[in-house]
C-alpha cells in the first residue's frame, strides 16, 4: 500500500489567516481526495484532486474557500483560506491508485492534519 | 451527508469478547470498505468486500456484505485492549472512485 505523509500534523491558527496542508505519496497515484472530519463527526469529502487540472469539488465546498493544487501524481495541497473557528477540523488526505470505474481497489489515508481555528 | 449510519454508535464490550459493528447504506455501491480510527488520527484500511462478495476474513476481522439489504458488518475477535478504536464504513459507488462515510461506531475494549 502507498505510504502517505502530510504536513503539518497540527496546527492552531488565528481566525481570518490561511494554512496550507500538504500530501506526499512514495509513489505515483491516479487519484487523491481531500477529506473533512469535524469535531465528534465521520468523514465528508471535500474534493478531488485532479492531476494538471482544477480540483473537483463536492457540494457545499468552493475553490475560493479551499483552492487545491495536484502538480504531479506523487503530491497535493489544500488551502484553508480566510479561516474561522468552524473550520477547526481534521483535514485528511486519501489516494487511490485504481482507475476510474474499477471497484477493487483499497483507499488509503495519510495521518491527518489537526487544525484549531482560535 | 453520510451515505449511511452504523449502529451502535457505541461499543463496551470486555477483553475477549467478540464485537459486531452494523453498517447500512442507500445506494448501489461498487464496494465497501472498513477502517479504523485511533484518536483522531488517521484512518487505517481493514478490508475491502466488492459487491460481488458475501463475506471476507482478515485476521480476527470477518465482514459480511448482504447488497439486497444495503448493510454490510464488521466482526472483531477476541477482542482487545488495543482495538479500542472508532470504526467506520465507507461506500464506493460511482465511477469517479469518491468515498461516502458511514457515521462510525466507537468502540471500547475493557481489560
Known amino acids: 500500500s502507498a505510504v502517505i505523509s502530510q504536513k503539518p500534523s497540527r496546527d492552531i491558527c488565528q481566525r481570518g489567516t490561511s494554512l496550507t496542508i500538504q500530501c506526499q505519496v512514495d509513489?505515483?497515484?491516479?487519484?487523491m481526495f481531500w477529506y473533512r472530519q469535524q469535531p465528534g463527526q465521520s468523514l465528508t469529502l471535500i474534493a478531488t484532486?485532479?492531476?494538471?487540472?482544477?480540483?473537483?469539488?463536492e457540494s457545499g465546498f468552493v475553490i475560493d474557500k479551499f483552492p487545491i493544487s495536484r502538480p504531479n501524481l506523487t503530491f497535493s495541497t489544500l488551502t484553508v483560506s480566510n479561516m474561522s473557528p468552524e473550520d477547526s477540523s481534521i483535514y485528511l488526505c486519501?489516494?487511490?491508485?485504481?482507475?476510474?470505474?474499477?471497484?477493487?481497489?483499497?483507499?488509503?489515508f495519510g495521518p491527518g492534519t489537526r487544525l484549531t481555528v482560535l | 451527508s453520510q451515505q449511511g449510519e452504523e449502529d451502535p454508535q457505541a461499543l463496551s464490550i470486555q477483553e475477549g469478547e467478540n464485537a459486531t459493528m452494523n453498517c447500512s447504506y442507500k445506494?448501489?455501491?461498487?464496494?465497501l470498505q472498513w477502517y479504523r480510527q485511533n484518536s483522531g488520527r488517521g484512518l487505517v484500511h481493514l478490508i475491502l468486500?466488492?459487491?460481488?462478495?458475501r463475506e471476507k476474513h482478515s485476521g480476527r476481522l470477518r465482514v459480511t456484505l448482504d447488497t439486497s439489504k444495503k448493510s454490510s458488518s464488521l466482526l472483531i475477535t477476541a477482542s482487545r485492549a488495543a482495538d479500542t478504536a472508532s470504526y467506520f464504513c465507507a461506500t464506493d459507488s460511482g465511477s469517479a472512485r469518491q468515498l461516502t462515510f458511514g457515521s462510525g461506531t466507537q468502540l471500547t475494549v475493557l481489560p
Open positions: 468486500i466488492r459487491s460481488n462478495e
Open positions: 486519501s489516494v487511490d491508485d485504481g482507475l476510474a470505474g474499477t471497484s477493487y481497489n483499497e483507499q488509503f
Open positions: 484532486a485532479n492531476q494538471g487540472s482544477e480540483a473537483t469539488y
Open positions: 509513489s505515483q497515484v491516479t487519484m
Open positions: 445506494t448501489s455501491i461498487n464496494n
